[in-house]
């Protein structure tokens, strides 16, 4: 099986703190696998990484066996992997639509030229990415929604109006920050086939960072657990519910333990 | 009743100290004079014992006895809206407020009647206005006189407020006239109408009608301010790109426009350099120097963003600013005096009048209209405004934000440029100030006042705020202070301008091919 991504002593420091800890792994491609870990362990830090926001100080990160280190967060972009946040991010006071169309700018060439003498290229490239874009929105279940303004739409098509965004690149990796986050479970179990129907369909790979443990042992195929930045664990959501240093991780041990954890991602 | 009581009063000292302002810098009188000149109610004036300055400053007063009141007996949260509650808080509120208006009148009166020269003190209080202040009272006299006119004035403005102002009845009446235009928008011959291919060139027919009409009935004077209107117009479109859509906080906007002048001016002008240049000929230099110009102070500020990014942006405009005053540019830039002479565009060997002006400015408007359009709807476009909302979201969707960065800089500093080159031919002249800070912050006010990211709302903002001081010329001294008034009225009212942005409907449209969801067309088919 073709790896997606891997990471390779992968290190990252914010002055004395060592947030990503020579961190290595492996996620072959089509797979659904999930980064878990206590608040603060390091897991968005690791998305920054691999999406060119953080450069790592230490280590490297291959992406279909091709180094991103050191790429900017754009190039990155092209190359296939797309993410979405923890809080939402869209752009709100764009439509909907719009949204989509700004996430398929990789993909687009039209420069200024093109945009001002509306070439018959440029024409026939914006007509196809609208009818694309909304293909899309048909995909994500917001079908029709595409003139609303971003900031008006529901909490829960927020969240897929900003996968659908990060669709829009056609990304062969999909970073997913906390998916289900604020949903009620029945959001939630919808959620959880939306992201099957995804690797299923559109043969991506997904990358999930997820505190909801219903949704991590439900849908992923393999699961990483860090602490303070190090991988303490790696395997099949039986081997790590089952394992004891991911116990502790996350409940403790005594008060040592606790009052260390305090600090910031 | 205490909060009442507090409430009321507050409300009064609050008018009372803005009246005694407007009093001291003389505001009142020119109010009373605009006034008069609006109503002509001398003879009615007469028959009361008035003279006419006196009439209309009481007229005055009284509009601002009704605000207070009006004010004073608003609806607040933690007060009931009963009329006994409304009346006890307006009268106080008129109360205290022709106390405070009645206590300095007296004062400016007795000083004046025992001889202290006020005029030395405070230049707007001739003898005269002080009379007209009196009413031609003695001074105890007008203390009452303000105190009774004031108190009965607020009771009426808390009534009128109360009859008037609720949210309830505003709310019907807005909302009875959006139902009334919606139903409008959908009457089979309006939709006729606005679904005819022909209606929108008929739309446009209709305005270059009235843009090549309107300069020929038009006086020189009028035409000029319609020139400058246009230019600023070019101007907020420029930085409409860089501020509106990129959202990149540019405060030193007025380098650009110095560029396009100056290369114009010294190209053309037989003084410094004798170059002597055809007008036509130096259009496209001009613009394309703004727009390199943009790329180099682009350059160094790619990575600030907000505060940072308008700090240093004002530092650029600056240096232009004292650059183009210095001695070591002198020989370069003709200095302080700056260059006159300048070659204005010529057609046919006939030089241009200022109805041509208009008509060039015009044309020129109509071309970067035309021109943000066709970007503001494109690829670069939408980057752009990713840009402004999260810009790194924006760059996590794969946008490069320093090349669409600099496309931003240059596109807003050639229109810039443009605005530049027609602002020097048309004066004949350009010089250090021309190119002052005061023009990047009109124009970033014509951008707020109009509504960021809007092109009418730009045309709307020029119009405002260069269009209006013109026909306001009686308010020549207090410009400004009218200016600051209307910008806090403005962000109040209306805060996103006075023609906020639409975003374009994209998703269901007539002309596309693409067969749409069919629940989804019939739904939004109306708003079309």
Request: charged share 5%.
């Given at each position: 099986m073709t790896t997606a991504i891997e990471t390779r002593q992968l290190l990252k420091r914010f002055g004395g703190l060592l947030a990503i800890d020579r961190v290595d792994l492996v996620i072959p491609e089509h797979s659904i696998f999930s980064v878990i870990g206590p608040n603060g362990a390091g897991k968005t830090t690791f998305y920054n990484c691999i999406t060119g926001f953080y450069t790592p100080d230490g280590g490297d990160i291959l992406f279909f066996d091709e180094s991103v280190v050191g790429l900017t967060p754009d190039r990155i972009t092209r190359l296939g992997i797309a993410r979405t946040y923890q809080n939402i991010r869209l752009?709100?006071?764009?439509?909907t639509l719009e949204n989509i169309l700004v996430g398929q700018h990789s993909r687009l060439h039209a420069n200024l030229a093109d945009a001002v003498f509306r070439t018959p290229r440029a024409r026939a490239e914006e007509k196809h990415a609208v009818s694309e874009a909304r293909s899309l929105l048909t995909f994500v279940g917001l079908a029709g929604l595409g003139d609303q303004v971003a900031r008006n739409l529901p909490y829960g098509a927020q969240r897929r109006l900003e996968i659908a965004r990060a669709l829009a690149s056609k990304p062969k990796l999909l970073l997913l920050d906390e998916?289900?986050?604020?949903?009620?479970p029945h959001e939630t179990r919808d959620m959880m086939d939306f992201i099957r129907k995804l690797r299923d369909e559109l043969e991506i790979t997904i990358l999930l960072i997820e505190h909801d443990m219903r949704v991590v042992m439900g849908i992923s195929e393999r699961i990483a657990v860090l602490d303070y930045g190090a991988k303490i664990a790696e395997g099949s959501p039986a081997e790590i519910q089952g394992n004891p240093r991911v116990v502790e991780a996350y409940l403790g041990r005594g008060d040592a333990s606790t009052s260390r954890r305090r600090r910031k991602e | 009743m205490k909060t009442r009581i507090r409430n009321g009063a507050n409300a009064g000292i609050v008018f009372g100290i803005v009246t005694i302002f407007l009093i001291l810098i003389g505001f009142t009188g020119t109010a009373a004079e605009l006034i008069s000149k609006l109503i002509h109610a001398g003879s009615l004036a007469r028959s009361l014992g008035m003279t006419e300055g006196m009439f209309s400053l009481l007229l005055f007063m009284a509009v601002l006895g009704i605000l207070a009141g009006w004010y004073g007996g608003r609806q607040l949260r933690d007060l009931p809206d009963t009329w006994s509650s409304v009346l006890v808080r307006s009268t106080l509120a008129g109360a205290v407020h022709g106390l405070l208006v009645g206590i300095v009148v007296y004062v400016i009166g007795t000083l004046n009647a025992n001889g202290v020269k006020m005029t030395t003190y405070l230049p707007q209080l001739l003898p005269a206005a002080i009379k007209q202040l009196l009413f031609g009272m003695e001074p105890f006299p007008a203390v009452v006189f303000y105190l009774i006119l004031l108190t009965v004035m607020g009771t009426a403005g808390g009534a009128l407020g109360r009859v008037l102002g609720r949210g309830a009845w505003r709310h019907r009446f807005a909302e009875g006239w959006r139902r009334r235009w919606e139903s409008l928008q959908h009457l089979p011959s309006v939709q006729w109408v606005a679904g005819h291919r022909w209606s929108r060139f008929a739309f446009f027919g209709i305005i270059i009608l009235l843009i090549v009409l309107l300069p020929l009935v038009l006086g020189q004077y009028w035409n000029y301010t319609l020139g400058t209107i246009g230019i600023y117009v070019l101007l907020g479109l420029g930085l409409n790109i860089v501020v509106g859509l990129a959202g990149l906080l540019d405060l030193g906007y007025v380098a650009f426009f110095a560029i396009g002048a100056y290369t114009v001016a010294l190209l053309t002008a037989p003084q410094p350099h004798q170059l002597n240049w055809n007008f036509w000929a130096t259009v496209p230099f001009a613009i394309i120097l703004a727009a390199i110009a943009g790329i180099l102070l682009g350059i160094p500020v790619l990575r600030m963003r907000g505060d940072y990014l308008a700090i240093v942006t004002l530092g650029f405009g600056q240096i232009i600013a004292i650059l183009l005053k210095s001695d070591i540019m002198t020989p370069f830039t003709?200095?302080?005096?700056g260059v006159s002479g300048v070659g204005g565009p010529t057609l046919f060997g006939r030089g241009f009048t200022d109805v041509h002006f208009v008509y060039l400015i015009a044309l020129s408007v109509l071309l970067v209209i035309f021109v943000t359009r066709r970007l503001q709807n494109s690829r670069i476009g939408r980057a752009w405004e990713a840009m402004r909302e999260d810009e790194n979201v924006a760059r996590a969707n794969g946008i490069n934000v320093l090349t669409t960065k600099l496309m931003a800089f240059s596109t807003g500093a050639a229109f810039a440029g443009l605005g530049g080159l027609l602002f020097a031919a048309r004066n004949q002249f350009t010089g250090p100030e021309d190119h002052n800070l005061m023009v990047s912050i009109n124009v970033l006010a014509v951008l707020i006042v109009g509504g960021m990211g809007s092109i009418p709302g730009v045309i709307a903002g020029a119009f405002a705020l260069k269009g209006l001081p013109e026909v306001l010329r009686e308010l020549e001294d207090y410009r400004v202070l009218a200016f600051g008034a209307l910008l806090v009225v403005m962000m109040i009212l209306r805060p996103n301008g006075l023609w906020p942005t639409s975003r374009r409907k994209l998703d269901i449209k007539a002309e596309d091919n693409a067969p749409p969801d069919p629940e989804a067309a019939s739904s939004t088919k109306g708003a079309q």
């Open positions: 752009f709100s006071s764009m439509s998916p289900t986050a604020g949903m009620n | 003709g200095g302080p005096k």
